[in-house]
């Protein structure tokens, strides 16, 4: 897969699952509020470049590790 699409790609998901999980865990924390609305757009700002950077690392070994497990048997 080209470079430019494999980071567009994990863009994507990262802030898809970013905006996801500080929602519900901010939701699971606050509960369903205004407070919990204004707070949930601040914490994806954060989240977002976290989780992309750890998918940038975590992610071409989970690859490499997943084909391990995946290989055809001898």
Do not use: D, N, Y
């Amino acid at each position: 897969m080209e470079l430019k699409t494999r980071i567009i790609a994990q863009l994507i998901i990262t802030f898809c699952m970013a905006s996801i999980m500080s929602g519900f865990l901010t939701l699971l924390v606050m509960g369903p509020s205004m407070q919990w609305l204004q707070q949930w757009p601040l914490r994806i700002i954060v989240a977002w470049p976290l989780a992309f950077i750890v998918s940038l690392i975590v992610g071409p070994l989970a690859f490499k590790i997943a084909a391990r497990l995946t290989a055809p048997r001898r």
